[in-house]
């Protein structure tokens, strides 16, 4: 009897993955702000690793300026070193607009269960997640951590959500967390204020001034080699 064929090293570290964070966004470039709130959300929820997903074209906002493959290496540059902490390039690969729903059901195919999908996100884009594609889908497919950075407002939980989702969710005020009809929770964190947006670094970088600590020294390094941000023409 022939032996069975060995699982490869990538199926054996997908398999001890208990809790993913999946955290998307332009990062147009990511920052100390995008580092610092994974970081407490991988801790406060015991987190396995985190995933940072940066987006081909977003449906929400407007073109990035940096191509994808740029903010790609600058995720890779930013989170190197840090062992929970990977570079996924599942948009930047797939044409057309990204969307969640289709990110969420990909990365399952790639992380069977038992790995529990836990979404990352922050409260002002929590608000508007009656607009995505195929919103109340989501809350099937993973957990959610919407963070938000005080001082903020606390409006009741059950607010944030969309009207017509409402009805299949409970609140369970102890733990500060929604419950869904699924058993799938979305929690409410708070973390670490640091008032730092890509938008104002890239308009520092075009005047010529300073971005050091708003953003890892080798994203720094890495829009000085590139030129990033200093011309106006957008890259695709």
């Known amino acids: 009897m ?3 064929p060995r699982a490869g090293r990538s199926a ?3 398999a001890r993955i208990k ?4 955290f998307g966004g332009t990062f147009d470039p990511i920052h100390l702000a995008h580092l610092r709130c994974a970081e407490e959300t991988r801790e406060a929820l015991s987190l396995d690793q985190i ?3 940066p987006s081909a074209r977003p449906p ?3 073109e990035t300026v940096a191509s994808g493959r740029d903010r790609l290496a600058m995720v890779r540059r930013a989170i190197a070193g840090h062992p929970a902490f990977r570079a996924s390039s599942i948009e930047i690969n797939r044409p057309g607009r990204s969307y969640s729903i289709d990110t969420l059901h990909a990365l399952r195919r790639q992380y069977p269960a038992p790995t529990k999908f836990v979404f990352l996100l922050g409260v002002d884009a929590f608000r508007e997640i009656g607009t995505w594609k195929r919103y109340d889908e989501l809350f099937s497919l993973a957990d959610f951590a919407v963070v938000s950075r005080p001082p903020h407002e606390n409006p009741p939980p059950r607010s944030l959500l969309p009207v017509a989702a409402r009805r299949h969710f409970c609140y369970d005020q102890q733990r500060r967390m929604l419950v869904h009809t699924s058993g799938n929770r979305i929690v409410f964190l708070d973390v670490t204020s640091l008032d730092i947006s890509a938008s104002n670094i890239r308009r520092r970088v075009r005047r010529g001034e300073s971005i050091r600590y708003l953003v890892p020294s080798s994203v720094e390094r890495y829009l000085g080699e590139h030129q990033l941000y200093r011309r106006r ?3 695709s």
């Open 51 to 53: 995933l940072f997903i």
């Open 233 to 235: 023409n957008r890259s």
């Open 60 to 62: 929400h906002k407007r």
């Open 2 to 4: 022939s032996p069975k």
């Open 19 to 22: 809790r993913l964070g999946i």
């Open 12 to 14: 054996v570290g997908r």
